[in-house]
């Protein structure tokens, strides 16, 4: 269930049961609705099949394939196959590899379906051993770190959340800053966050204020809060009614903003 479909689930339903919708939704509501969210994270599984999945089980409906369905529904079959069609790329090579695993008897339905062609970094055997994080709703970097692995992480951002020194930081982007003013506020800055995080932890966003806003008073900022929300949620309705219109073309949000 991809996340788009989930954050719908969610809007929709609050606006049943609680009445929370565009024209109402104040910091309050906003709030409610990103709690909503974030419990829904933990009660829904967020994996998307990818299209040779999605080719897999609609084969796997096929009468022919019927006698053999059960054994193609189990899971380390399910692994075998993808790995086989990852290198083998003819029939013969398929065949080849599909008598190496022990999967005579599948040829057939093997040969009829894509070769598999996306990769990531990790084994099958970490993949099976991080699964049951991730469907507890842990993000994939801490479902690494509670098994024990190493996960990549930006080289500029340390594991406590504190921000390195600001020569070290701007090294590692590559970035040459000459105007000594803006250094030395960026080394004020740095100091003032890492002693909230010392204090509160590490935040879970950083929102910025640029300085032309800072002269408004209360009731402007709660104004131009108010438009934010708003736009905020005319956003991702745009987004969402894009994904029913061309589902073929857009498979998430992600896809839309790129």
């Known amino acids: 269930l991809s996340k788009t479909f989930l954050y719908k689930n969610v809007f929709d339903k609050l606006e049943k049961e609680k009445g929370i919708t565009k024209?109402?939704?104040?910091?309050?509501?906003?709030?409610?609705?990103?709690?909503?969210?974030?419990k829904a994270k933990l009660?829904?599984?967020?994996f998307k099949r990818t299209d040779f999945l999605n080719e897999y089980f609609k084969k796997l409906k096929e009468d022919k394939f019927k006698d053999i369905k059960g054994e193609l529904e189990k899971e380390d079959i399910i692994d075998s196959i993808s790995y086989i069609l990852?290198?083998?790329?003819?029939?013969?090579?398929?065949?080849?590899?599909?008598?190496?695993?022990?999967?005579?008897?599948?040829?057939?339905?093997?040969s009829e379906l894509p070769n598999s062609k996306n990769v990531i970094d990790l084994s099958?055997?970490?993949?099976?051993?991080?699964?049951?994080?991730?469907?507890?709703?842990v993000s994939y970097t801490n479902a690494l770190e509670n098994k024990g692995y190493k996960s990549k992480k930006d080289k500029h951002t340390q594991k406590n959340g504190k921000l390195p020194d600001i020569?070290?930081?701007?090294?590692?982007?590559?970035?040459?800053?000459?105007?000594?003013?803006?250094?030395?506020?960026?080394?004020?800055?740095?100091?003032?966050i890492n002693a909230v995080v010392d204090k509160y932890g590490a935040p879970s966003k950083y929102c910025l204020e640029l300085g032309r806003e800072l002269k408004k008073g209360f009731n402007e900022r709660k104004e131009i809060k108010a438009q934010q929300d708003s736009n905020r949620y005319d956003n991702i309705s745009a987004k969402l009614e894009i994904l029913e219109k061309y589902?073929?073309?857009?498979?998430?949000?992600?896809?839309?903003n790129k």
């Open 23 to 38: 024209q109402n939704l104040n910091e309050e509501n906003q709030k409610f609705l990103s709690d909503a969210i974030e």
């Open 247 to 256: 589902p073929t073309t857009f498979r998430s949000i992600q896809s839309i």
């Open 167 to 192: 020569d070290t930081a701007l090294s590692e982007l590559n970035i040459k800053l000459k105007n000594p003013v803006v250094k030395h506020s960026l080394v004020q800055l740095r100091k003032v």
């Open 43 to 46: 009660d829904k599984t967020f």
């Open 124 to 137: 099958l055997d970490v993949c099976k051993d991080i699964n049951p994080e991730l469907e507890k709703g």
């Open 86 to 110: 990852l290198i083998a790329k003819t029939d013969e090579k398929i065949k080849e590899k599909a008598e190496e695993e022990n999967l005579t008897n599948l040829i057939s339905f093997i």
